[in-house]
């Protein structure tokens, strides 16, 4: 008897790892200040360097906050093979450094132009993977809200903005549960073989039609559920209304990026000017 084969793990997002950890007690505004700061300065200086701190940084808070091996997914055989095709693609740039093997002459520039843009996206994938798994979702409106105050000076609705940001959070999860049993349940349904092409072809776009037209009632109906939950707890205002501010723990983790982030921006800056000069 062959062994089952091995169930694929989906994407855990927007929702918290059980338990508490020094990370998970962190106030969500610093978490949300953290990966802007870190974005904005892998996005002015992607280099070696700035990526390798901010995995370190990555791997310590996975490690403070006890994250499990099983949140992360099943990586498909499709991503590895356009992985492996873009690699190889971007390798025929060339460009330096060169390398000779044997009589070839062979240029590594689009080679680790592409793994850099690879990690960059893995750490940064990480990044926000670390925020959603340490992070209740009814946290995050009010730390924006908090954040976005000054705004209101300037007559920007902010409030009203991050009551957007909270249903969007709490319903997307919802929405993916219900779209799985709208595809499970078309897989159980009894199906007519077509037997030529254009039938087949009709089939599917039929089948897509229904997909959507199903989608979109669910979509209705948990909005009309949301709003009347939200409307016997007191509308609105509720969501963005939260105790939660900054403490000393914030501090010193705000302390320890910043000093990660200037230490970045000065290898990147310095290096070349000290490379430069000589």
Request: aromatic share 6%.
């Amino acid at each position: 008897m062959t062994a089952p084969a091995a169930q694929r793990r989906s994407m855990v997002l927007l929702r918290p790892i059980p338990g508490t950890s020094p990370v998970h007690e962190l106030w969500a505004g610093t978490k949300l200040i953290v990966v802007a700061l870190i974005g904005a300065v892998l996005t002015i200086y992607p280099g070696w360097i700035p990526i390798g701190l901010v995995a370190l940084l990555v791997m310590l808070t996975v490690w403070l906050a006890r994250i499990p091996r099983g949140v992360l997914p099943s990586v498909p055989r499709l991503v590895w093979v356009l992985l492996l095709l873009g690699g190889g693609t971007a390798a025929l740039a060339g460009g330096e450094p060169f390398i000779d093997i044997a009589s070839v002459h062979l240029g590594l520039g689009g080679l680790l132009k592409f793994l850099q843009i690879t990690a960059l996206s893995i750490v940064l994938l990480g990044l926000g993977g670390l925020v959603s798994w340490t992070t209740n979702v009814a946290e995050i409106a009010p730390a924006v809200a908090t954040l976005g105050r000054p705004l209101k000076w300037l007559r920007i609705p902010v409030d009203e903005w991050a009551v957007t940001l909270a249903l969007a959070l709490r319903a997307f999860p919802m929405l993916i549960d219900e779209y799985r049993v709208l595809f499970a349940a078309r897989r159980l349904r009894p199906r007519a073989q077509p037997e030529t092409r254009r039938e087949r072809s009709r089939q599917r776009r039929v089948e897509i039609v229904d997909l959507l037209a199903a989608a979109v009632t669910v979509a209705l109906r948990r909005g009309d559920e949301m709003g009347d939950a939200i409307t016997a707890r007191g509308g609105v205002g509720q969501i963005v209304a939260s105790p939660a501010r900054p403490g000393l723990s914030d501090a010193v983790a705000l302390l320890m990026v910043v000093a990660m982030c200037a230490l970045s921006v000065y290898v990147e800056v310095w290096t070349p000017l000290a490379t430069s000069k000589l």
